[in-house]
């Protein structure tokens, strides 16, 4: 098998007692949805997290393309090609929706330290900004301030700016989070659509979607990975079952 | 913002107006003083602009921005007093000075937030004052004359105080275009992006503390400026002007006139300055009024005098 994208090896987060990620090893491969479920507080965020950089582990290692980043800084690894969307929607609420994304584009696109030109005027830049917010049908809300965009369109800008710097991974934390349905049927169909070219770990406790969109799932229960597989195993898991989804939740969809 | 007329921007063009016009009114009128007054205003006007920088724009809030108008001062009143009266020297040594301040002190206070950074730049602007005080060749406690004004090879002749008058304004509004070049610049939105929201930023690729750290040299140096005209202004410099109650003056004027804002620390310099005039004219407890008038201002008109005009554009 090929080196893996993304691999994450023995990871160990304790906050005080509690272990929120506890020897947690998997790895997502190229062009792979891996998607990590798993009950409230079982770890996710924490361990999306890490591989991000916003928080340290206290033990383990994860590599991006076969180089250790387990000690790099959140901004160099999003330079190596990871982006996230958060759980909670973090974004610059006093700029536009093209702001927010064409600022991820810059990012990628030469030195920042540069005082005079006007940014908003950078031809480069906006293009980019606005082929993202249309990926994720948002680019009629461009000049919107985002303190005045609803939460789906919020969770979608999230998207957008995860999309603008052009990542080798991406790592979604409950995208569909706090959506409609027919929100989450958009964000489905979005899903579909970016898997196609770029690698995907998602945190989602949306288990239709998990299941129509995953290739390998892996649940985590109390900070500990309990199995890993494709949609078909995990439905058959008898430990999976018990400990997380509930025989009413499970079988919602064949194949 | 689109709008053809504004309140804001009325505001704002009257005001310049006023700022240009104002030796004329001087000259024809007989009254020096306002002319003396409105100088120290668009000096204090330069520090309050450079402070909103960091404090406005960056989220950066300085409690110690008073200690610039000291080093950029005593650069001016040490090389005079050494017997080097060429402005060409003495006001890049006054930038130089303040910017070495600001690499080395936000270096230092830029690794905490909130209340810790009011409170570390407050202590090292302290520090600085009370290290000018033990300048006792340079007078220490009493402060130290300029004798002799800034020269500048006969380009301006910095003791015509219409000449004067001019250059400060003309710093002020260089300094201003400057800032406005900034802010729509990319660093100027990456530092405005870490204002809004520090976690977002680092996830899109940007490390906080270099952007912030040249936003704070660039602020300080530019207060050093103001720094070198004030010396001149007052033909004088002593650790008072790097005292703490100078800084939050400067907060005040900011605050007072909008943060964020292009222009607002120079409507809050003239509002701030002028009804300080007034009310120490008419009382000695000015301060009475002058405080809860103030507090009336900052609680309910947030964003200051350019939010309230802002709201009343809008309706
Ligand atoms: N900063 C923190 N300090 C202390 N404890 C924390 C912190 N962050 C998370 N935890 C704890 O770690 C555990 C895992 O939390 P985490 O947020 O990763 O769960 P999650 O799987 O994302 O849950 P949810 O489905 O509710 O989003 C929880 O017990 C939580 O209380
Ligand atoms: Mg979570």
Redesign the interface.
């Given at each position: 098998m090929a080196e893996p994208l993304l691999r994450v090896e023995g990871l160990v987060r304790r906050f005080g007692g509690i272990v929120a990620t506890d020897h947690v090893s998997l790895d997502v491969a190229q062009g792979e949805l891996h998607a990590i479920i798993g009950p409230n507080g079982a770890g996710k965020t924490t361990l999306i997290s890490q591989l991000t950089g916003h928080l340290p582990p206290n033990a383990g290692s994860i590599s991006l393309g076969g180089l250790d980043i387990t000690y790099l800084p959140a901004h160099r690894r999003c330079a190596l090609g990871l982006a996230r969307s958060f759980q909670i929607t973090s974004l610059l609420l006093d700029f536009t929706a093209a702001d927010n994304v064409a600022l991820a584009a810059q990012a990628h696109a030469g030195t920042s330290f540069r005082f005079f030109a006007d940014a908003r005027r950078e031809r480069g830049l906006r293009e980019a900004a606005h082929a993202a917010l249309d990926r994720v049908g948002l680019s009629h809300r461009a000049d919107i301030v985002v303190s005045r965009l609803s939460h789906g369109e919020r969770r979608e800008l999230e998207l957008a700016v995860a999309l603008a710097s052009r990542p080798k991974i991406l790592l979604l934390d409950e995208p569909m989070a706090g959506l409609g349905a027919t929100e989450s049927q958009r964000m489905v169909k979005l899903l579909q659509e970016l898997r196609k070219e770029v690698s995907i770990v998602l945190v989602e406790h949306d288990m239709e979607a998990v299941f129509a969109l995953a290739d390998r799932i892996s649940v985590l229960v109390y900070g500990r990975l309990i199995a890993s597989g494709d949609p078909a195993a995990i439905r058959q898991n008898e430990e999976v079952r018990r400990a997380y989804l509930g025989d009413q939740h499970v079988v919602t969809r064949h194949g | 913002m689109s709008k053809a007329f504004s309140a804001s921007r009325a505001v704002t063009a009257l005001m310049l107006a006023g700022l240009l016009l104002l030796p004329l009114y001087s000259q024809l009128s007989g009254n020096l003083f306002i002319l003396t007054l409105f100088t120290r205003i668009v000096i204090l006007a330069l520090a309050a602009a450079s402070l909103n920088l960091i404090m406005g724009y960056g989220g950066m809030t300085s409690f110690g921005h008073a200690a610039y108008l000291g080093i950029g001062g005593y650069a001016v009143g040490i090389l005079a007093q050494e017997g080097i009266g060429s402005g060409f020297v003495q006001w890049p040594v006054a930038l130089a000075a303040s910017a070495i301040y600001a690499l080395v002190i936000g270096a230092l206070s830029l690794r905490t937030r909130g209340v810790y950074f009011i409170m570390i730049t407050l202590a090292f602007a302290q520090m600085a004052y009370y290290v000018a005080s033990g300048l006792a060749r340079y007078g220490g406690d009493d402060g130290l004359t300029v004798y002799k004004r800034s020269a500048f090879a006969g380009l301006v002749d910095l003791s015509n105080r219409v000449q004067f008058y001019y250059l400060c304004l003309a710093c002020l509004l260089g300094v201003i275009a400057l800032i406005w070049?900034?802010v729509?610049?990319?660093?100027?939105?990456?530092v405005?992006?870490l204002r809004?929201?520090e976690?977002?930023?680092?996830?899109?690729?940007?490390?906080a503390g270099r952007?912030r750290l040249?936003c704070f040299v660039i602020s300080g140096t530019m207060c050093g400026l103001a720094g070198a005209l004030l010396a001149n202004n007052t033909d004088f410099v002593s650790p008072a002007v790097m005292y703490w109650t100078r800084s939050g003056d400067l907060m005040v004027m900011v605050i007072l006139g909008g943060m964020g804002t292009l222009f607002g620390p120079v409507i809050g310099a003239v509002v701030y300055l002028v009804l300080e005039e007034l009310l120490s004219q008419v009382t000695e407890y000015w301060a009475l009024i002058m405080g809860p008038l103030l507090l009336v201002i900052v609680l309910f008109g947030r964003g200051g005098i350019m939010g309230l005009l802002g709201r009343l554009d809008r309706g």
């Open positions: - | 070049r900034i729509n610049s990319r660093f100027g939105l990456v405005q992006g809004s929201n976690q977002r930023m680092q996830a899109i690729g940007f490390p952007y040249v």
